[in-house]
């Protein structure tokens, strides 16, 4: 089994995936399907636990969290592959550190409303020669709508420029009123 690898790490997650051993439709010589599904899992000091319980034969994985990542946290990572006779053996380790996760971006503030309209801006992070952290390659805003029903965020974009700290969100119908 191949060693993962780290797709992407930003402060509430860490995007894994690995190469299949091979085309999940083939069979062994009993009928048995060669792959069924793979099993990640994570070390982050006390042990291994799966991060995947029910398995997939998708080879890639993004472990999240609601809160950031504590910085200079480690963490390794393992793979397994799986068919009907029973688990392979584990891939050789990933290690990672959180150390390099950009801080929390500050003074988030709404510039300006429309009925169809938001602009936000943000402070710029400190970069590499500042801080010592990598440079920071593009911002994530997201956004949750606050009703009750609704648990989760919702992407709106990643900046392709770091040094663009300002973004308007155009709608097609107007925003409630009472936008905070």
Same mark, same amino acid.
Do not use: C
């Given at each position: 089994?191949?060693?993962?690898?780290?797709? $992407?790490?930003?402060?509430?997650a860490i995007s894994i995936s690995w190469v299949a051993l091979i085309n999940s =439709?083939?069979? @062994?010589?009993?009928?048995?399907?060669?792959?069924t599904y793979y099993t990640l899992e994570v070390d982050k000091g006390s042990g $291994? /636990?799966?991060?995947?319980? =029910?398995?997939?034969?998708?080879?890639?994985y993004i472990h999240e969290s609601t809160t950031p990542f504590t910085r200079n946290?480690?963490?390794? +990572?393992?793979?397994?592959?799986?068919?009907?006779?029973?688990?392979?053996? +584990?891939?050789? /380790?990933?290690?990672?550190?959180?150390?390099?996760?950009?801080?929390?971006?500050?003074? !988030?503030?709404?510039?300006?409303?429309?009925?169809?309209?938001?602009?936000?801006?943000?402070?710029? &992070? !400190?970069?590499?020669?500042?801080?010592?952290? @990598? =440079?920071?390659? +593009? +911002?994530?805003?997201?956004?949750? @709508?606050?009703?009750?029903?609704?648990?989760?965020?919702?992407? &709106? =974009?990643?900046?392709?420029?770091?040094?663009? &700290? /300002?973004?308007?969100?155009?709608? @097609?119908?107007?925003?409630?009123?009472?936008?905070?």
């Amino acid at each position: 089994m191949n060693k993962p690898s780290v797709d $992407y790490i930003d402060p509430k997650a860490i995007s894994i995936s690995w190469v299949a051993l091979i085309n999940s =439709t083939q069979f @062994d010589l009993q009928g048995f399907e060669l792959i069924t599904y793979y099993t990640l899992e994570v070390d982050k000091g006390s042990g $291994y /636990e799966v991060l995947n319980p =029910t398995g997939s034969i998708i080879t890639n994985y993004i472990h999240e969290s609601t809160t950031p990542f504590t910085r200079n946290t480690a963490f390794k +990572y393992r793979v397994a592959a799986s068919n009907p006779v029973g688990f392979g053996a +584990y891939s050789d /380790e990933l290690s990672l550190s959180t150390d390099n996760v950009p801080s929390e971006v500050k003074n !988030l503030a709404l510039v300006s409303t429309l009925p169809k309209q938001i602009k936000i801006k943000w402070d710029a &992070l !400190l970069l590499e020669s500042d801080t010592g952290r @990598d =440079t920071v390659i +593009y +911002y994530k805003l997201e956004y949750h @709508d606050n009703l009750p029903s609704t648990t989760l965020w919702t992407e &709106l =974009t990643k900046s392709s420029n770091p040094l663009v &700290l /300002e973004f308007q969100h155009d709608v @097609d119908s107007p925003f409630p009123a009472n936008i905070d």
